[in-house]
């Protein structure tokens, strides 16, 4: 009975030490995952005006026949041009993360869609804008050559683009916002700049 205690107690130590080892290389995998992986930041996707270039200039009317600027000199300060459709369910899950935002950056937000007049009727019924402008514009989309929605375009006072990319979650919106503060204008610049700075190490 002893002895089948002892090799009981031998191979529960065995396989203690054995889950042990496991655990640290998973520990270890973990900490390698973490540090090659990149920000959360708005991805890049079209081939229009880049960032540093002066923003394509407009002056079009609103849904509301009210005009909006877009581009030039702007004394109220940045502006964040978000292209979205009234049928996209990840543009609806952002806009109360845009309001928001827009008040606590205080930013000029110019939501910039597309689709039917009954589409946008719909959204505009069950949404409230604030101070937020809904311009219904294809030309304006073309023009920065966006491809995908939701995509976001921001614009400092001067009129230059500073920041864009793909906004599907509140950390690619954030990512926009912080691009002044970061010195980093996209996710693509922030990886170039780490694999230049791992090659010279």
């Given at each position: 009975?002893t002895t089948?205690l002892?090799?009981?107690n031998?191979?529960l130590w065995?396989?203690?030490l054995?889950?042990s080892l496991i655990m640290l290389g998973?520990?270890?995998?973990v900490?390698l995952?973490?540090?090659?992986s990149?920000p959360m930041?708005?991805?890049i996707?079209?081939h229009?005006?880049d960032?540093g270039?002066?923003?394509?200039?407009f002056?079009?009317?609103d849904?509301f026949?009210q005009t909006?600027?877009i581009?030039?000199?702007?004394?109220a300060?940045?502006?964040?041009?978000?292209?979205t459709?009234?049928?996209?369910?990840?543009c609806?899950?952002?806009?109360?993360?845009?309001?928001?935002?827009?008040r606590a950056e205080?930013?000029?937000?110019i939501?910039?869609s597309?689709?039917?007049?009954?589409?946008h009727e719909?959204f505009?019924?069950?949404?409230?804008?604030?101070?937020?402008?809904?311009?219904?514009?294809?030309e304006?989309?073309?023009?920065f050559?966006v491809g995908?929605?939701?995509?976001?375009?921001?614009i400092?006072?001067?009129?230059?683009?500073?920041?864009?990319?793909?906004?599907?979650?509140r950390e690619?919106l954030?990512?926009l916002?912080e691009?002044?503060k970061?010195g980093?204008a996209s996710i693509q610049?922030?990886i170039s700049q780490?694999?230049?700075?791992?090659?010279a190490?």
């Amino acid at each position: 009975m002893t002895t089948y205690l002892v090799v009981s107690n031998i191979l529960l130590w065995l396989a203690f030490l054995g889950m042990s080892l496991i655990m640290l290389g998973l520990l270890r995998q973990v900490g390698l995952l973490h540090e090659r992986s990149s920000p959360m930041g708005a991805m890049i996707t079209d081939h229009g005006p880049d960032i540093g270039d002066a923003a394509p200039q407009f002056e079009l009317p609103d849904y509301f026949g009210q005009t909006v600027k877009i581009g030039g000199p702007n004394p109220a300060g940045a502006t964040l041009l978000m292209f979205t459709a009234p049928s996209c369910p990840v543009c609806d899950k952002l806009f109360p993360i845009i309001k928001s935002m827009a008040r606590a950056e205080r930013l000029s937000v110019i939501m910039i869609s597309d689709g039917a007049k009954e589409e946008h009727e719909r959204f505009l019924a069950s949404h409230d804008l604030g101070s937020i402008r809904y311009l219904v514009s294809p030309e304006v989309g073309m023009t920065f050559q966006v491809g995908k929605i939701p995509y976001g375009i921001l614009i400092d006072a001067s009129g230059t683009i500073r920041a864009k990319g793909l906004t599907n979650t509140r950390e690619h919106l954030e990512s926009l916002v912080e691009a002044d503060k970061s010195g980093f204008a996209s996710i693509q610049e922030y990886i170039s700049q780490r694999k230049k700075q791992q090659a010279a190490a």
